[in-house]
């Protein structure tokens, strides 16, 4: 089924009387003349937090065992970071679209979809504070 064919689908399912569709923007249906935006196809927004506390969990084991975490240095940094990179861990491993810059653990999302997320969640909020 073609893209396009989904989202009739989603605006028939919804009720929704229009479709609206713009470069670099999520899809947006009217439904009783408010403007809602559609889901982002790459991780549904009521998953998204749950899925990154489990990415944080598991990248964070991946640093604790790391010879360039800085507990196994002196360090002036109070923070847990990596000295080879200078990442601050508990900003980093919650980025869905970041790599480790040392190659121990790789992006989930890639720039672009967490863009397309990050549009999505801003078109919500948007919508929200309008009603």
Known sequence: MAQID??????????????????GAPPLIRISGDLTP??????????????????????????????????????????AHCVSCGCTLSAKTKCLSCSCPISKWTAVLSDEQETQYKQYEQASQTNQSAS
């Open 6 to 23: 989904k989202l009739f689908r989603i605006l028939k399912e919804r009720k929704g009387s229009d479709l609206h569709i713009s470069v």
């Open 38 to 79: 559609l889901s982002n196809n790459i991780l549904p927004p009521e998953k998204l937090k749950d899925k990154i506390v489990e990415v944080s969990v598991e990248r964070l084991s991946i640093c604790e065992q790391c010879q360039h975490h800085s507990k196994n240095h002196k360090t002036v940094r109070p923070d």
